[in-house]
């Protein structure tokens, strides 16, 4: 655990008490800020963000449509730069100091600067999200942007795009209020989430090093919107098996079956499988031969790795590595492994939580926390000990699927929940 990082949580609130002068003198409060007690600041803070907010929920919808209505899926790189460069657009003309991280294959990560205070910053608050989606290219065609039951949507618009839009109403929400805090604010924002961060992995856990703590805009989880405070870490792997074609009539016995080999493999997979430790390890895709009478000579499956506990990766790894063959003559091959880290409950993290609840509580609304199988970048970041507070996106519910959506009647309160957290931690 990093000392750095650890928050000093009274020193925070009696900073954001007289940081909040200025909002509190245009809600009309006219004590003294020494007589003002850091609890009624911070409350302040989430009244006065929520009705700039409420007053702004139809700008909002409008922009996440715009942000739904421009495809950006992991893999297309010309499409996901295309919507970076609207994204960026806006960060502009919020006058953040963008700068972007130009890649080769995936799309562009950017990172959005902002500092409200005065003088010199005293530390960075990272607020991470990704701009690429699951949807192939052309799917808003037979899945359009719309609003329909008090509920917008589309292709990402869940996951997360409406967390997109939050970050930059929230700033604006500071902005108008004269917010001054104490912290700059990193906004990273990568292109290549959704399959596995490779190329942005390093900078994300660059920048989280230099930061005190990390928000998460990932959706929040249930229709209550709760945060999600612990995440189990995940891998990929790959299992090829190499056999010997031949004829399954004629001469069998001079085959090698890649497809029983797999077969095989699969069962020492589900061994690994520990339910007491939250280990599932599961074969996913399958795939193998040709026609019915030759006996196979390829054979691969994908598999899904979940954890708990961060000291059960190696484990894993080495027993995935460590598959030998089980047929004669049979060659195997092992790719991938774990990939992110658990995200796991920490001190630090949950008193994250707990500032988030109270926050919420002061405009009426009960916020949870939940632990969640998916993994995210928060996942990178909680893991080098910075604290991590993950699900702070939109209410909603059907990410990566075709009933995608996202809750208006909350866009407001999410957003407000971001920029009380950026004014007063
Ligand atoms: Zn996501």
Redesign the pocket.
């Known amino acids: 655990m990093l000392f750095s990082h650890q928050i000093d949580w009274h020193r925070g609130a009696v900073s954001s008490m007289l940081q909040t002068d200025a909002i509190v003198h245009r809600l009309g409060c006219l004590k003294p800020q020494s007589e003002m007690h850091a609890k009624e600041a911070t409350s302040a803070i989430m009244r006065a963000s929520l009705r700039e907010l409420k007053s702004r929920r139809r700008e909002m919808v409008r922009l996440l449509g715009e942000f739904v209505q421009c495809e950006s899926p992991s893999y297309d790189k010309a499409l996901v730069d295309r919507f970076g460069e609207v994204v960026q657009a806006e960060w502009k003309r919020r006058d953040a100091k963008i700068r972007v991280l130009r890649q080769a294959r995936h799309g562009d990560h950017m990172r959005a600067e902002v500092w409200l205070g005065e003088g010199q910053p005293k530390g960075q608050i990272m607020v991470l999200g ?1 701009i690429d989606t699951v949807y192939q290219a052309g799917t808003l065609a037979k899945m359009p942007f719309r609003i329909s039951r008090g509920c917008a949507w589309g292709p990402g618009a869940f ?2 795009k409406a967390g997109l839009v939050l970050a930059l109403f929230a700033v604006d929400a500071l902005k108008a209020l004269g917010a001054r805090p104490t912290k700059r604010f990193v906004f990273f924002w990568n292109t290549d ?2 399959i596995g961060s490779e190329t942005s992995r390093r900078e994300i856990e660059k920048e989280a090093r230099r930061s005190e703590l990390v928000l998460v805009l ?2 929040s989880l249930g229709p209550e919107g709760r945060l999600k405070t612990a995440r189990r870490g995940v891998g990929t792997a790959e299992v090829i098996v190499t056999g010997r074609a031949a004829h399954a009539g004629i001469n069998p016995r001079e085959g090698v079956n890649a497809v029983h080999e797999l077969a095989l493999q699969i069962g020492r997979l589900m061994k690994m499988n520990d339910a007491r430790r939250g280990i599932t390890v599961q074969a996913t895709v399958i795939a193998g031969g040709t026609v019915s009478n030759v006996v196979p000579e390829h054979a691969r499956a994908e598999v899904d790795i979940r954890y708990t506990r961060l000291a059960d990766a190696p484990g894993l790894d080495r027993k995935l590595h460590a598959l030998r063959p089980i047929l004669k003559g049979a060659r195997i091959e092992v790719r991938g492994g774990v990939n992110r880290p658990p995200l796991e409950r920490t001190a630090g993290g949950s008193r994250l939580f707990q500032h988030a609840q109270s926050l919420m509580r002061e405009i009426g609304v009960s916020l949870g926390e939940a632990s969640t199988g998916g993994g ?1 970048d928060g996942n990178l970041t909680a893991a080098l000990g910075v604290p991590t507070l993950d699900g702070l996106g939109a209410v909603g519910d059907g990410a990566h699927s075709s009933r995608e959506h996202v809750v208006i009647r909350t866009l407001p309160e999410r957003a407000a929940l971001l920029a009380g957290l950026l004014a007063t931690l």
Do not use: I, N, R, T
Request: aromatic share 0%.
């Open positions: 990704h996951d997360m989430e959704e990932e959706p995210s």
